[in-house]
């Protein structure tokens, strides 16, 4: 998992016509961790089936069963989970790898601080840049013991956790609109007696939410002039599921803005989660012109699911509002690139969050971008971008991909239509969310170009 070891593989695509064809794209990753965790938490045994079969899920699951919950993959592609029950997580015998995962290590440390257990957390590099305060202060307002490594205006991991029992529930505004955080104090309450309140004043996606009450946690949402209001009761008993985990969104992005920038490309992505909390990105690129259309909707374990039918369209630079930045904050390296096809200026707001995912994604792209040939005009809290009218981007460059997944897929799909070759300098970070991507992009009519040794 960690992929500053070994030899980087770079990565180069073109396209050699219209991308064409009908395909599914991996398992949604929010939903993928927080099935096998509250599985691990339930009594008896839950079958999940669709589960991301990238390096962040498998990183949960391997924190699971150090922490005592039986997880096994079936023959059939399924994954079986046998819980220990809310309360029943077991002291680790060693460290906790979680790779790259951000989504694991917040989430985990939810449900070590209120279970009387220590754990101690680390990550490759990128991860163990990225700030872990935001946790932090409300789980040590719930009474866990946390160490972290102090860094620039940040606490990061290796970090240390040591779990109150019983923890002291809490009402908590979030700061900063964070599903992570969010999802982390809701989890440390499944253990804690008494109610545990967290009003959201922006929304977030509510996949815990929508998980916890299938589980048959006690929980409401309100929604009031001060926010949602999601309030938990604690000391829960879940019962183990049946979860059928609808395809990524945040990875349907990439062949679903490849097919509107390759000329004539007409696909269908199938069994997509369109949750309102995570659909920003079609609706941007539906407002810019975008020719998507959401087919045979229907909802499938609680979350709502379309077909995705895409065809190359002729986009046009909008102004996109900053209040849907939660609902999409994943998708805006392929936003990004969709903007340096469109004819004008895009501009892009309120995107602070993205300075501390796997890299600082504005900057990151923004250098990339330019290395392209597009003009891009790095904001404080987000990017201007002027398209090329649907033209190819002039490209040429080689990216540094900064070991982060959606870098490297967003340039790798700009490549589909620059005058000459984009290269990616080393694609092995995609496997953390998208194991299936190179192939899933032949499949639609992508070449791999090949690429010097870098």
Same mark, same amino acid.
């Not at 219209?18 to 965790?37: A, F, N, Y």
């Not at 946790?135 to 040590?140: A, E, G, R």
């Not at 891009?376 to 987000?382: M, Q, R, S, V, Y």
């Given at each position: 998992?960690?992929?500053?070891?070994?030899?980087?593989?770079?990565?180069?695509?073109?396209?050699?016509?219209?991308?064409?064809?009908?395909?599914?794209?991996?398992?949604?990753?929010?939903?993928?961790?927080?099935?096998?965790?509250?599985?691990?938490?339930?009594?008896?045994?839950?079958?999940?089936?669709?589960?991301?079969?990238?390096?962040?899920?498998?990183?949960?699951?391997?924190?699971?069963?150090?922490?005592?919950?039986?997880?096994?993959?079936?023959?059939?592609?399924?994954?079986?989970?046998?819980?220990?029950?809310?309360?029943?997580?077991?002291?680790?015998?060693?460290?906790?790898?979680?790779?790259?995962?951000?989504?694991?290590?917040?989430?985990?440390?939810?449900?070590?601080?209120?279970?009387?257990?220590?754990?101690?957390?680390?990550?490759?590099?990128?991860?163990?840049?990225?700030?872990?305060?935001?946790?932090?202060?409300?789980?040590?307002?719930?009474?866990?013991?946390?160490?972290?490594?102090?860094?620039?205006?940040?606490?990061?991991? $290796?970090?240390?956790?040591?779990?109150?029992?019983?923890?002291?529930?809490?009402?908590?505004?979030? $700061?900063?609109?964070?599903?992570?955080?969010?999802?982390?104090?809701?989890?440390?309450?499944?253990?804690?007696?008494?109610?545990?309140?967290?009003?959201?004043?922006?929304?977030?996606?509510?996949?815990?939410?929508?998980?916890?009450?299938?589980?048959?946690?006690?929980?409401?949402?309100?929604?009031? $002039?001060?926010?949602?209001?999601?309030?938990?009761?604690?000391?829960?008993?879940?019962?183990?599921?049946?979860?059928?985990?609808?395809?990524?969104?945040?990875?349907?992005?990439?062949?679903?803005?490849?097919?509107?920038?390759?000329?004539?490309?007409?696909?269908?992505?199938?069994?997509?989660?369109?949750?309102?909390?995570?659909?920003?990105?079609?609706?941007?690129?539906?407002?810019?012109?975008?020719?998507?259309?959401?087919?045979?909707?229907?909802?499938?374990?609680?979350?709502?699911?379309?077909?995705?039918?895409?065809?190359?369209?002729?986009?046009?630079?909008?102004?996109?509002?900053?209040?849907?930045?939660?609902?999409?904050?994943?998708?805006?390296?392929?936003?990004?690139?969709?903007?340096?096809?469109?004819?004008?200026?895009?501009?892009?707001?309120?995107?602070?969050?993205?300075?501390?995912?796997?890299?600082?994604?504005?900057?990151?792209?923004?250098?990339?971008?330019?290395?392209?040939?597009?003009?891009?005009?790095?904001?404080?809290?987000?990017?201007?971008?002027?398209?090329?009218?649907?033209?190819?981007?002039?490209?040429?460059?080689?990216?540094?991909?900064?070991?982060?997944?959606?870098?490297?897929?967003?340039?790798?799909?700009?490549?589909?239509?620059?005058?000459?070759?984009?290269?990616?300098?080393?694609?092995? $970070?995609?496997?953390?969310?998208?194991?299936?991507?190179?192939?899933?992009?032949?499949?639609?009519?992508?070449?791999?170009?090949?690429?010097?040794?870098?």
């Amino acid at each position: 998992m960690n992929h500053a070891a070994g030899k980087p593989v770079p990565l180069c695509l073109t396209a050699s016509g219209p991308l064409m064809g009908d395909v599914t794209v991996p398992g949604d990753k929010s939903i993928s961790h927080r099935s096998l965790m509250l599985g691990a938490l339930a009594v008896g045994e839950t079958r999940i089936t669709g589960l991301l079969e990238g390096e962040d899920v498998l990183a949960t699951a391997a924190a699971m069963r150090a922490m005592g919950a039986g997880i096994e993959r079936l023959g059939d592609g399924s994954w079986r989970v046998h819980g220990v029950g809310v309360g029943g997580l077991l002291q680790p015998a060693t460290a906790l790898d979680m790779g790259n995962s951000g989504t694991s290590t917040r989430l985990l440390m939810g449900l070590v601080a209120s279970h009387p257990i220590t754990a101690t957390f680390i990550g490759d590099a990128s991860l163990s840049g990225r700030p872990m305060g935001r946790v932090i202060t409300p789980l040590s307002l719930m009474g866990a013991t946390i160490a972290a490594t102090p860094g620039p205006g940040r606490q990061t991991l $290796p970090l240390t956790l040591t779990g109150a029992c019983p923890a002291i529930p809490l009402r908590y505004t979030l $700061p900063v609109a964070s599903a992570q955080v969010k999802s982390a104090v809701l989890l440390a309450g499944l253990n804690t007696p008494g109610e545990t309140v967290v009003i959201e004043p922006i929304p977030t996606r509510d996949h815990s939410e929508r998980m916890l009450a299938g589980f048959g946690a006690a929980l409401s949402v309100v929604q009031t $002039p001060e926010g949602r209001i999601i309030t938990l009761r604690g000391e829960a008993e879940l019962r183990p599921q049946t979860i059928v985990v609808p395809g990524d969104p945040s990875s349907a992005a990439f062949p679903m803005v490849a097919a509107l920038i390759v000329p004539g490309s007409d696909i269908t992505i199938r069994n997509v989660g369109i949750n309102p909390t995570r659909a920003g990105l079609i609706t941007v690129l539906q407002a810019m012109g975008g020719d998507i259309r959401l087919l045979n909707e229907r909802i499938v374990g609680g979350e709502p699911v379309a077909d995705l039918h895409v065809r190359h369209s002729a986009l046009t630079g909008i102004e996109v509002p900053p209040e849907g930045a939660p609902s999409m904050i994943d998708e805006y390296p392929i936003l990004f690139v969709a903007a340096a096809f469109a004819k004008g200026r895009t501009v892009m707001r309120g995107l602070e969050e993205l300075r501390v995912k796997e890299s600082d994604r504005i900057a990151v792209m923004a250098q990339g971008l330019t290395a392209c040939g597009i003009t891009a005009t790095e904001l404080e809290d987000g990017l201007i971008v002027e398209g090329c009218a649907g033209d190819p981007v002039p490209g040429g460059a080689t990216i540094a991909a900064r070991l982060d997944h959606r870098i490297a897929m967003s340039f790798a799909v700009l490549g589909l239509n620059a005058a000459r070759p984009v290269v990616i300098d080393d694609a092995r $970070p995609i496997a953390t969310s998208f194991p299936t991507f190179v192939a899933m992009m032949e499949q639609l009519g992508c070449r791999l170009l090949p690429t010097a040794d870098h």
